[in-house]
């Protein structure tokens, strides 16, 4: 998955506040501070919840509102989920080439993850890299 896709659904530079043209850039970016408007990004490009998005960040829906209402700037390890769930997606759009295709597969009942929604393992490091590998396999051609 190209880094320029990942940006683009964290909102961009300006989302941001720099360039970001490598990895390192996002560890700088989540080090100093990234502002609440990457998790709107987010939200509203995938068309997630409030539930939802507090559930992948592991935190609760009021601090979340809290967040959004401020403009506070988000943790660090919230940060990197937010990197982490961008980079999920990223894949899902260049494996599924369509928003409504890869929301549809995230709420669908998945027989390689024992007939759990993809979106159910969001909330975790492991399962998000799991979701990565099962996209890959998708793209591959490899039932999933």
Known sequence: ??????????????TLGREVRSPIDFMEV??????????????TRMG?????????????????????RSGETIRRDEAEKAYQISKVIAKGMEV????GDLMEWLHTPNTALGEVKP???????????QLLDLLTSI??????
């Open 48 to 68: 997630f919840t409030n539930k939802e998005m507090s559930q992948f960040l592991d935190i609760s829906e009021s601090t979340l509102q809290r967040y959004y």
């Open 30 to 43: 989540s080090q100093l501070g990234m502002r609440v408007e990457v998790l709107k990004s987010i939200q």
């Open 119 to 129: 979106i159910d393992w969001m909330g975790s490091s492991i399962g998000r890299e």
């Open 139 to 144: 793209e591959y051609g490899m039932f999933s």
């Open 1 to 14: 998955m190209t880094l320029d896709l990942i940006v683009m659904i964290m909102g961009g530079a300006t």
């Open 96 to 99: 599924f080439e369509d928003d």
